[in-house]
């Protein structure tokens, strides 16, 4: 009988016992704890000013992003390279898959060019599982089409972690289109293994299918969802969707689904407010909110990076200095 | 006059006479000339004699939904590859979808499918004609010119007859040439981009859904257009609980329908979706544990009449890319038979029915004089040992595509001889080198 389980290969390469991350529903408790411990190690580093250990120096990772994207991208880049690591970015556009050529023949050629990582953005949920059983070497999940992006869980994860001290036990609500967000199902998994009690809210055309079945609470209205919330994620909202009969018009998705002071009235004091970027500045989220002192919309993307480096770190097998872990 | 061959000490497993017994089966002119415990073996010259002790041997197998993809996509299979796979698997009789290119919508195609056939199969093949022109559910096809030239039935199979109006005016035409006309159950504008079952599964793998209503809306517009008309329907593939439900009611109001159900429809769930193997991606999708439940239970009872394979081969090129991106379909004749003895065996639905199934229900679909071992019947039998067991190699498929979930997967129930018209079509090489036939 063939296996049939929805998990990725196996691999002791590294302290971290995967050889890919491919998505947070894969990782457990203890993996997730030591990507973050190493991501506040490499951010003591960043912070103070002192020259990071180059533990990328010599090794390539190649950056192929077949979906545009730029923070994500310039992320990993830029993670890579301060670690000391070479990077090279292949994108849909210039690349042979312009020409027909298919993602497993363009990985297969990337390959052969040695890199020591790949990350992956592909608009097809599970296009990075081919390339994990196909390729001998780790596979980053940049984003697959709606079902994962585990590095931007892991820095809401760093983030929620800074700024209130704990995941555990903390209550954290999801904003907008669930079905289509690879970023929810990504945090949904990762929150619920630290510990965290995770509900979403968004128009019932923007649910997943039995989306309670993930054990998250489920709203449809969001002056109750907010309340008691440490934790309010908003989403970016595609306007393509909004054309396509699941939702009538921006306008109408902001009033019951945007995040605005209004709405925090009914929130906690200190709750803090997320979101993954770009923003849609007056749709999703208000421009009051998205700039306040509850914002911590900035810091994501700066613990974005860090985040990457842990990872990439891990996943290629380097070693840190003795007495730092 | 001698005999083309004679069967020894054959379990005769025949639902279509509630014949089981141990005997002889003579066959002389491509036809059963006798069988029992009594048949009297022409005397003089020697007679061919194939010794079945231990095995069953059953009328012919006849599989209504097969793609040949000739003409048109002959990279992915031929008539000959097709038939030849066909014949390993059992099947002495098959009907080919319309979906070929150009679409088997006019007399000429379903004739040059008919001449291919005279001259590279060994097996019976008998073409399904388009409903509409192209497939494109914009205007009847010629249904007539096709009946006349041999068609046994209608379908746009692959695509769904979205306009109501033209679908009833298809099964009125069809009562003129008392064709059935075979749905394809899928709307849509419900199923859109969607690539796997919509529930659970799809929100965790991130995958577009396709509901089950999409597949219940149709069978039940069509069951009511057939009542309207008083027309003969069958549905494919039937996949949702939902769907048994439908069929079940129309069957007690006595509406004139008939149905199929796919081996993978009987043996896989949408769990198995997560590998991202794109052999899993198929129309109507894998289903849920209770949609097993309850087409096994319709197959068992009789509300689904019919088994079969929906044999969809597709190269390579088709399947190894992004999930979203495959082509549906996966190749079933030469897996088929395992599958349905599984079901046999693990959920006790009784050989006869399953036999039945596969010969004297399918036949009555499709109007052909096929499925029975009746004296004066053609001679086509299939003989498999009911024990033995094996492992399903991919690379073993006579077929030109590979595109199965199921390898690799242990199997119990093993075709040893094809046979039509009398002539050993196919037979398992390796008992023959033991000396099967003599």
């Known amino acids: ?325 | 006059m001698s005999a083309d061959l004679v069967i020894r000490r054959a379990r005769i497993f025949d639902p279509s006479q509630n014949l089981d017994v141990v005997g002889d089966i003579l066959i002389q002119n491509g036809k059963i000339q006798a069988l029992g415990t009594q048949v009297v073996v022409p005397q003089g010259k020697s007679n061919p004699e194939l010794d079945a002790k231990g095995w069953l041997v059953t009328p012919g197998w006849i599989d209504i939904h097969t793609h040949l993809r000739e003409p048109g996509q002959t990279h992915k299979e031929t008539i000959r590859t097709g038939t030849e796979a066909a014949a390993a698997g059992g099947f002495t009789s098959i009907a080919c979808m319309a979906n070929t290119k150009p679409v088997n919508d006019s007399s000429f195609i379903t004739t040059y499918i008919q001449q291919k056939v005279a001259t590279e199969s060994s097996i019976n093949v008998y073409p399904i004609g388009a409903i509409t022109k192209g497939l494109e559910g914009q205007e009847l096809a010629e249904i007539g010119s096709m009946w006349e030239a041999g068609i046994v039935a209608i379908s746009d199979d692959g695509k769904t007859v979205m306009n109501s109006y033209l679908m009833r005016k298809a099964l009125d035409y069809s009562k003129r040439f008392n064709l059935a006309v075979v749905c394809h159950a899928e709307d849509a504008h419900l199923k859109g981009r969607g690539v796997m079952n919509e529930g659970f599964n799809s929100a965790r793998f991130g995958l577009r859904g396709i509901p089950k209503a999409s597949e219940e809306i149709i069978v039940a517009r069509d069951l009511l257009l057939t009542e309207l008309t008083g027309a003969r329907l069958h549905v494919a593939h039937v996949s949702t609980a939902g769907s048994v439900a439908l069929i079940r009611e129309a069957k007690r109001r006595g509406i004139q329908v008939t149905a199929e159900v796919t081996p993978h429809h009987l043996t896989l769930t949408d769990e198995v979706v997560g590998t991202y193997d794109t052999n899993t991606k198929v129309a109507p999708p894998l289903r849920e544990p209770q949609d097993i439940e309850a087409v096994t239970e319709a197959l068992a009872d009789g509300t689904i009449d019919a088994l079969a394979s929906d044999h969809a081969p597709h190269s390579v090129e088709d399947k190894e890319v992004e999930y979203d991106h495959a082509e549906f379909g996966m190749v079933g004749l030469e897996t088929a038979f395992p599958l349905y003895y599984r079901v046999a065996l693990q959920k006790g639905v009784s050989l006869k029915r399953i036999i039945s199934a596969m010969t004297h229900k399918p036949a009555e679909i499709i109007g052909i004089p096929k499925g029975t071992l009746k004296v004066g019947a053609d001679a086509d039998i299939t003989i498999f040992d009911p024990e033995m067991k094996y492992r399903i190699d991919k690379n073993e498929f006579r077929s030109k595509s590979r595109n199965t979930p199921f390898d690799g997967w242990d199997v119990q129930g093993k075709v040893r001889y094809t046979i039509v018209a009398g002539k050993v079509v196919y037979s398992d090489a390796q008992k023959e080198a033991q000396g099967g036939l003599r």
């Open chain 1, 1 to 325: 009988m063939t296996e049939n389980k929805h998990k990725p290969s196996r691999g002791s390469h590294n302290s971290l016992g995967i050889k890919s991350l491919l998505g947070t529903e894969f990782l457990d408790k203890s993996q997730i704890e030591q990507i973050l411990k190493h991501a506040f190690l490499f951010k003591e580093w960043v912070d103070s000013g002192k020259p990071v250990p180059q533990t990328l120096l010599g090794k390539t990772v190649i950056l192929l992003f077949f979906e545009p994207s730029t923070r994500t991208r310039s992320s990993f880049e830029l993670a890579t390279k301060r670690l000391g690591g070479n990077t090279l970015v292949l994108t849909k556009e210039g690349s042979s898959a312009e020409k027909g050529e298919t993602l497993v023949d363009t990985a297969k050629t990337v390959q052969a060019m040695q890199p020591d990582a790949l990350v992956l953005r592909h608009s097809s949920a599970g296009s990075p599982f081919h390339l994990d059983q196909i390729l001998d070497l780790p596979v980053v999940n940049a984003g697959d089409g709606f079902h994962e992006h585990p590095t931007q869980a892991l820095l809401d994860l760093m983030t929620i972690q800074q700024f209130k001290g704990k995941i555990e036990g903390l209550k954290v609500l999801i904003v907008g289109d669930i079905a289509h967000s690879r970023v929810a199902r990504s945090n949904i998994y990762a929150l619920q293994k630290m510990g965290a009690q995770v509900s979403v809210c968004g128009p019932p055309t923007l649910l997943p299918p039995k989306v309670e079945q993930m054990g998250v609470g489920v709203y449809y209205e969001l002056d109750k969802a907010v309340k008691n919330k440490d934790v309010i994620m908003t989403l970016r909202i595609q306007f393509e969707r909004l054309n396509a009969g699941q939702s009538p018009s921006r306008g109408e998705y902001s009033k019951f689904y945007g995040i605005s002071e209004s709405v925090l009235k009914s929130a906690k004091s200190d709750v803090l407010i997320m979101h993954p970027g770009p923003v849609n500045r007056g749709v999703e989220i208000s421009p009051e909110v998205a700039d306040g002192s509850r914002s911590v919309i900035l810091n994501q993307v700066g613990n974005g990076v860090i985040v990457r480096m842990a990872v990439l770190h891990l996943l290629t097998g380097g070693k840190l200095p003795e007495g730092l872990v």
